[in-house]
């Protein structure tokens, strides 16, 4: 699926991703699947991205984050 970056806490290392409909999902560093060298993954805001869901006790939640263009 494909949405856009809400906003990402780089110190926190978490924050949300919208979809295209507009629907808000989690989304943690670890999820982000690109990392250059061993730099802290992140993302910026309002950058477009691809995603997986999974459902978590918390709610649904982005996984598998690729940065469209990093």
Do not use: C
Not at 30 to 42: A, D, H, L, T
């Amino acid at each position: 699926m494909k949405g856009t970056v809400k906003w990402f806490n780089d110190a926190k290392g978490y924050g949300f991703i919208l979809d295209e409909s507009g629907k808000q999902y989690f989304v943690h560093w670890k999820s982000i699947s690109q990392q250059v060298g061993n730099e802290r993954r992140f993302l910026v805001d309002g950058e477009a991205v691809e995603f997986d869901i999974t459902a978590t006790d918390k709610g649904d939640q982005a996984i598998n984050v690729v940065r469209l263009n990093p």
